[in-house]
């Protein structure tokens, strides 16, 4: 079982790309964000002759987060977090899995950038929204996979250059202090659960030659309930997409489970 999550910065203008994912890697479930698109035009006829259900939460022109998946989804839901400002930024949904009811919860965290605007109480107060969420769903489900573009560097290994971020809505600490309070949930990050302090970023600007460069950040993570760690096979930061021609500027991450 692959789980894929993607930050595909516009559906529709990505489709070609996506589309060449899914024909080369054959997720089974892809959790999409930044979907930039309302849900009436998304593409679901391209998913739907890949074999891939959508169930789209979508918003015109900014955010928006989506999951398709080649096996039935159950309980979607799109009231996670009531967002004050309306922004479409969670959907979650249950898989069926060797007999776990494993509850997918993908999410587009608010940049917060910059840090003297209200955009960054927005991120504070929507990620400690996210944390009672996800307390109230622990104590129900204790099989949970949240993923998806959190917009956080969790420890210096995680940039290419941490000095440049230390006043960063990405890295201040009190926004890793809340990434903390996820894991203290009884959830691991699941790449560094797997692969130490290796370098693993997922995001790479479109400026500067930070592609060519791999001056990239690590802002997309899966954060995975303990319970479900001795079924992790593997992360992996799938970089082939973001080498195409008009790429997203994050790649896929995915987890294998066995």
């Keep these: ?3 894929t999550s993607w930050n595909v910065n516009s559906v529709r203008a990505r489709i070609e790309n996506i589309k060449e994912y899914l024909q080369k890697f054959s997720p089974d479930v892809v959790m999409m964000q930044e979907i930039k698109t309302q849900d009436e035009t998304f593409p679901y006829d391209d998913f739907s002759a890949l074999d891939y259900e959508s169930h789209v939460f979508g918003q015109k022109s900014y955010n928006g987060v989506a999951i398709i998946s080649k096996h039935k989804l159950e309980n979607i839901r799109l009231d996670l977090i009531k967002d004050k400002l309306k922004q479409s930024r969670i959907i979650s949904a ?9 509850q997918l919860v993908n999410i587009y965290t608010p940049n917060g950038n910059p840090v003297d605007t ?45 000095k440049g971020f230390e006043d960063d809505a990405l890295y201040r600490l009190e926004i890793r202090k809340k990434f903390r309070e996820m894991i203290n949930l009884g959830f691991h990050d699941a790449y560094r659960h797997i692969h130490g302090e290796t370098e693993g970023y997922t995001y790479w600007d479109y400026m500067r030659g930070a592609w060519q460069k791999n001056n990239g950040l690590r802002i997309d993570h ?3 309930s303990n319970s479900l760690l001795n079924i992790v096979k593997n992360v992996n930061i799938n970089k082939d997409p973001r080498g195409k021609e008009k790429p997203s500027d994050h790649t896929p991450i995915e987890i294998e489970l066995t």
Excluded: C, H, R
Excluded at 95 to 102: D, E
Excluded at 145 to 162: C, Q, R, T
């Design 1 to 3: 079982m692959i789980i």
């Design 94 to 102: 249950e898989l069926k899995y060797k007999k776990k009811n494993i």
């Design 118 to 162: 209200d955009k960054y109480t927005y991120k504070k107060e929507w990620l400690d929204t996210l944390i009672k969420q996800l307390k109230s769903l622990s104590k129900k489900n204790e099989n949970i996979i949240l993923a998806g573009d959190f917009n956080i560097l969790p420890s210096e290994e995680d940039a290419y250059n941490i």
């Design 222 to 224: 899966f954060l995975v």
